[in-house]
């Protein structure tokens, strides 16, 4: 069984930054691919980022491209979401998530078997 748990949420302004982490358990930590997804007051949740196994390959959501980066540090077993130019709607729970089924990621919920508790993320005006 993995543990995530993320932590580095909070209130921050409008153009702030903040970075978020995601602390995992497992021992095979080096081969998952990870995502992060958020879900805002009244939507589904939905993909953010995610990266390989290795860090070698990310994909982001169009609403963060250019402005949050995935990373990872496999000596650690943490990922990391760093968030720029923040913007009211980014206002959500960030979920991290990890996926020993696939270790290139996805952007689908489904390919990935464990789930953090969240970490809430408000962005004001």
């Known amino acids: 069984q993995v543990q995530l748990v993320e932590s580095g949420g909070g209130l921050v302004q409008a153009g702030g930054s903040l970075r978020l982490s995601c602390a995992a358990s497992a021992r095979t930590f080096s081969t998952y691919a990870m995502g992060w997804f958020r879900q805002a007051p009244g939507k589904e949740r939905e993909f953010v980022a995610r990266?390989?196994?290795?860090?070698?390959?990310?994909d982001y959501a169009d609403s963060v491209k250019g402005r949050f980066t995935i990373s990872r540090d496999n000596a650690k077993n943490t990922v990391y979401l760093q968030m720029n130019s923040l913007k009211p709607e980014d206002t959500a729970v960030y979920y991290c998530?990890?996926?020993?089924?696939?270790?290139?990621?996805?952007?689908?919920?489904?390919?990935?078997?464990?789930w953090g508790q969240g970490t809430q993320v408000t962005v004001s005006s």
């Open positions: 990266i390989n196994w290795s860090g070698g390959n990310t």
């Open positions: 998530a990890a996926s020993s089924l696939d270790s290139y990621g996805s952007r689908s919920q489904q390919a990935y078997n464990y």
